[in-house]
C-alpha cells in the first residue's frame, strides 16, 4: 500500500507538466483531477491558462480525460470548452473509470499518467494499475476535519518524495499557493 501512496513525480503547478516531459517519460495520456489540481472547486469553467495548456497538450499529440469525483454537473460544466472525454463520480481510488478512460482514449497502462491533488485517491488510482502518477498541492483546499486529517496522513510521503528527490524544504513548496 506504501508504495501506492509515493507519487513519481510532483510539481508545483499542472502548467509545469509539459509535453517535452511527458513525452521522455514515454507517456501519450493523461488522466487529470479537476478540483484543486486545475481550478478550485468555486470555478466552474476554465480559465485561459488551461485551456491553452489543454490545446499544447493537444498539439503535442498528448491525449487527456478529465477523471474526477465531483458529480456531473460540475465535470459536464467544466468541460463544456474544452470538449474531452470526462467522467464524473469516478470514485477514485477505484480503478474502473481510469481503465474506461484509457479503453476510451486507446492506451496502455505504461503510457499513460494519473495527474491530481490526493495521493490518498489521485496517486494510488494511478499507481496501483502501473499508471505513472504526477501530483501537485493543493490550489484551494478544504478546510473541514476530513481533508485536513487526509493531507495530515499524506505528509509522511511528501516528506519522504522530497528526501529522495533532495529537497530540503520540501514541505513550503507543498504549501496551497493563491494562484
Same mark, same amino acid.
Given at each position: 500500500? #506504501?508504495?501506492?501512496?509515493?507519487?513519481?513525480?510532483?510539481?508545483?503547478?499542472?502548467? @509545469?507538466?509539459? *509535453?517535452?516531459?511527458?513525452? /521522455?517519460?514515454?507517456? %501519450?495520456?493523461? =488522466?487529470? $483531477?479537476?478540483?484543486?489540481? &486545475?481550478?478550485?472547486?468555486?470555478?466552474?469553467? *476554465?480559465? @485561459?491558462?488551461?485551456?491553452? !495548456?489543454?490545446?499544447?497538450?493537444?498539439?503535442?499529440?498528448?491525449?487527456?480525460? +478529465?477523471?474526477?469525483?465531483?458529480?456531473?454537473?460540475?465535470?459536464?460544466?467544466?468541460? %463544456? /470548452? +474544452?470538449?474531452? +472525454?470526462?467522467?464524473?463520480?469516478?470514485?477514485?481510488?477505484? %480503478?474502473?473509470? =481510469?481503465?474506461?478512460?484509457?479503453?476510451?482514449?486507446?492506451?496502455?497502462?505504461? @503510457?499513460?499518467?494519473?495527474?491530481?491533488?490526493? &495521493? =490518498?485517491?489521485?496517486?494510488?488510482?494511478?499507481?496501483?494499475?502501473?499508471?505513472?502518477?504526477?501530483?501537485?498541492?493543493?490550489? #484551494? $483546499? #478544504?478546510?473541514?476535519?476530513?481533508? %485536513?486529517? #487526509?493531507? &495530515?496522513? @499524506?505528509?509522511?510521503?511528501?516528506?519522504?518524495?522530497?528526501?529522495?528527490?533532495?529537497?530540503? $524544504?520540501?514541505? /513550503?513548496? !507543498?504549501?496551497?499557493?493563491?494562484?
Amino acid at each position: 500500500m #506504501k508504495a501506492f501512496l509515493m507519487p513519481d513525480y510532483m510539481f508545483a503547478s499542472y502548467a @509545469e507538466i509539459t *509535453p517535452a516531459f511527458l513525452r /521522455s517519460i514515454g507517456v %501519450r495520456a493523461l =488522466l487529470i $483531477d479537476i478540483d484543486n489540481t &486545475l481550478a478550485p472547486y468555486e470555478q466552474a469553467e *476554465p480559465d @485561459e491558462r488551461i485551456v491553452h !495548456w489543454f490545446r499544447e497538450l493537444h498539439e503535442n499529440g498528448i491525449s487527456a480525460a +478529465l477523471v474526477s469525483n465531483n458529480h456531473a454537473p460540475r465535470v459536464e460544466q467544466f468541460n %463544456r /470548452s +474544452l470538449g474531452l +472525454l470526462a467522467y464524473a463520480d469516478s470514485n477514485k481510488p477505484s %480503478r474502473k473509470t =481510469l481503465e474506461r478512460a484509457m479503453r476510451e482514449l486507446g492506451v496502455e497502462y505504461g @503510457e499513460t499518467a494519473m495527474l491530481g491533488d490526493q &495521493l =490518498l485517491t489521485d496517486c494510488y488510482a494511478g499507481k496501483h494499475i502501473g499508471l505513472i502518477a504526477l501530483i501537485v498541492p493543493p490550489i #484551494k $483546499d #478544504k478546510t473541514n476535519l476530513f481533508f %485536513r486529517f #487526509k493531507r &495530515l496522513c @499524506e505528509r509522511p510521503f511528501i516528506r519522504k518524495y522530497a528526501r529522495m528527490r533532495g529537497y530540503r $524544504d520540501f514541505m /513550503s513548496f !507543498w504549501r496551497v499557493k493563491p494562484r
